[in-house]
């Protein structure tokens, strides 16, 4: 089973362990090299007035990304980022997918589909699954003529990105939606289409 | 038996056939899903009564050998009479990590004293699904 969701939506819940113990919550999300996949997420303490933790939560640990809350089975998962980022170099740098927000959305034909500002990511298991970058919300420009201010659009497995542009396949325009429902089957869809053209 | 219906219940001492104590509330240990001590109004001794010391948690009273078994509490029975780690009222989570409500009532076995069920607003999760009680959270180990 997978399931989709904003990775806005997940900054901010709360870490608990199956103790029932909130340690602490979730503060960004830390994207592999190359994108395409989750690596962990960045944590700040619990309440208003506690700052950011120097641990972080590897997706290895992850024992479920719920809607509610993100559980693990302990709080001595939690470790530094070089113990959990280890081989994970360049990750939080800002390359890849790392700090997409903002950017535009440049089709390889030249249209400028609009500006990210949020990114979609899949997760299908737990525990040694898998947590995808599978599409990006963006505030779509007029090209791409849509009724919608905000749409999904679904991502190939690797692409291009620099601080400045993004780029997919010109493609992608059929594959837009407007919400998450039918997203994930809009993805597939898109990824078999492009491995078909190839 | 639910939490809520033996509240209150007075404790008798068999010795002195007097009532010394009423039942305040539970102290529950997640690792073996059990009452590992029922809770009683404070008195000079104490505010607990560990399970092993109960004679009988019958209908109308929970009979304990005499007032000495009202003790504090100590070691992990302390831990586990900490507020934070009361059941009632508290936020539910699966280990999917969804909110599923909040502790309503508990039922128990009042022989083994066996949690045997978590009562959500709409419905009861089985006891042995119960993973962990911290002061964030029920964790519980079901989906509805």
């Given at each position: 089973m997978s399931v989709l969701m904003r990775a806005g939506e997940v900054a901010k819940r709360p870490v608990v362990t199956m103790q029932g113990e909130d340690v602490a919550q979730i503060k960004d999300i830390v994207y592999a090299p190359g994108g395409g996949e989750v690596a962990g997420f960045t944590l700040a303490g619990r309440g208003i007035f506690s700052g950011p933790r120097k641990e972080v939560l590897a997706w290895k640990s992850v024992a479920a990304l719920g809607p509610d809350a993100v559980m693990i089975l302990r709080e001595d998962v939690l470790v530094s980022p070089d113990e959990a980022f280890a081989g994970v170099s360049g990750s939080g740098s800002g390359s890849g997918h790392g700090n997409v927000l903002g950017s535009r959305v440049l089709t390889d034909s030249g249209t400028d589909l609009g500006k990210v500002i949020d990114v979609i990511i899949e997760v299908s298991g737990a525990n040694g699954g898998q947590c995808d970058v599978v599409g990006y919300e963006i505030e779509a420009s007029e090209a791409l003529k849509t009724n919608s201010t905000k749409v999904l659009i679904p991502l190939p497995d690797t692409l291009a990105a620099s601080a400045e542009h993004l780029m997919v396949p010109a493609g992608a325009v059929d594959f837009v939606r407007d919400d998450l429902a039918g997203f994930g089957a809009a993805v597939d869809d898109f990824r078999a289409h492009l491995k078909g053209s190839h | 038996m639910l939490f809520s219906d033996a509240k209150g219940r007075k404790v008798v001492s068999t010795t002195t056939a007097e009532t010394i104590a009423k039942v305040a509330g539970f102290v529950v240990d997640p690792a073996s899903r059990s009452v590992v001590a029922v809770e009683v109004k404070k008195t000079k001794d104490g505010d607990v009564v560990l399970w092993e010391d109960v004679k009988g948690f019958g209908d109308d009273a929970v009979t304990v050998e005499s007032d000495e078994k009202i003790t504090a509490a100590v070691g992990d029975v302390a831990v586990l009479a900490d507020k934070h780690h009361q059941v009632l009222g508290k936020k539910v989570l699966s280990t999917a990590g969804a909110e599923l409500g909040s502790v309503k009532d508990v039922e128990f076995?009042?022989?083994?004293?066996?949690?045997t069920g978590i009562v959500l607003e709409s419905e009861t999760a089985p006891g042995n699904r119960l993973i962990g009680v911290g002061s964030y959270a029920v964790v519980i180990d079901w989906s509805n």
């Open positions: - | 076995d009042e022989t083994s004293g066996t949690i």
